[in-house]
């Protein structure tokens, strides 16, 4: 049955909704995912975990195991990444086909990343404001961090997300940086940013959570700043589990049920042969090493 948000009704109580993230070292990071999950799942009118492609607990295995026992069996996925590079495309539907060969019968619809959306752009202006007061606006640049990637769609897209967010808020100018994998590093976007005239800079983290790259950025911010005495640098927050992230994961979720899933793939280097990236059209998807799923252990043995 089919109800008027267009989404099939039929077996509703096997539904659960997993949300994915990739996993991180720092420890600040991992209690940010699970508020997240925490947050998600007080909203949601279906169950929902939460697991990790690598490195931190648990396990995507375990999130996917634990879903499955209770009898769900029709999983709405949502990879919490804020563009759709290697993790969104590759590494996380790599590991859920995984999950389904442990799990013979479990079904799922794959959602979008988060960006952009006018609610991240409303949570990166919100901690614009926690360090810049409203007469500062017009005098102030923001540098936007983004993670960076080898894929030239996601870097292009941190770039929309940067020129969106310029967009009728009163800043001076929004430049985009990448922290890793991609230029222009935070150095070079910060002295870009001073060579056009720039006295304030905001130095914003496009980053759901805490992790060790958005306090590489704060660092290297922070260096910058120390030499360049003229300028004034501030470190603003990452966006952080919020009820409106909240609810754009659960906006993510209805889109997979219903099956409206916009992506866009004219430009994804995996169907397309992009100048410098003609190898990488059509290469099989593995998903990644986790320490506590021993999967991996048998498949490389």
Not at 27 to 45: C, P, W
Not at 239 to 266: F, K, Q, T, V, W
Request: glycine residues 10%.
């Amino acid at each position: 049955m089919i109800d008027r948000t267009g989404i099939d009704r039929t077996d509703a109580g096997g539904r659960a909704l997993l949300l994915v993230g990739h996993g991180t070292r720092d420890a600040e990071g991992v209690r940010d995912f699970h508020r997240f999950v925490d947050l998600v799942a007080d909203r949601a009118d279906v169950p929902v975990a939460g697991g990790f492609i690598e490195l931190s607990r648990p396990p995507l295995r375990e999130a996917v195991a634990s879903l499955v026992a209770a009898g769900h069996t029709r999983l709405g996925v949502v990879p919490l990444v804020l563009v759709a590079a290697g993790h969104a495309k590759g590494d996380i539907p790599a590991a859920l086909h995984r999950e389904i060969a442990r799990h013979p019968g479990l079904r799922h619809a794959y959602g979008r990343p988060l960006g952009p959306h006018p609610a991240l752009l409303g949570l990166l202006d919100e901690r614009i404001d926690a360090v810049v007061g409203p007469s500062e606006r017009a005098d102030t640049t923001v540098v936007l961090v983004g993670r960076g990637s080898t894929d030239p769609d996601a870097n292009a897209e941190h770039v929309k997300v940067a020129r969106l967010l310029w967009e009728g808020r009163g800043l001076a100018a929004v430049e985009p940086a990448f922290i890793s994998l991609a230029s222009p590093g935070v150095p070079a976007a910060l002295e870009r940013a001073r060579l056009l005239g720039a006295r304030r800079v905001v130095v914003l983290p496009y980053f759901l959570f805490n992790g060790l790259l958005p306090a590489r950025t704060a660092e290297q911010a922070r260096a910058w700043a120390a030499g360049h005495p003229e300028v004034d640098v501030r470190c603003a927050g990452v966006i952080g589990p919020a009820p409106e992230l909240a609810g754009l994961a659960l906006e993510r979720y209805r889109e997979a049920l219903r099956g409206d899933i916009r992506m866009n793939c004219d430009t994804c280097v995996y169907r397309v042969a992009m100048p410098g990236h003609e190898h990488r059209v059509g290469v099989a998807q593995h998903p990644h090493d986790h320490p506590d799923d021993p999967a991996h252990v048998h498949a490389h043995a």
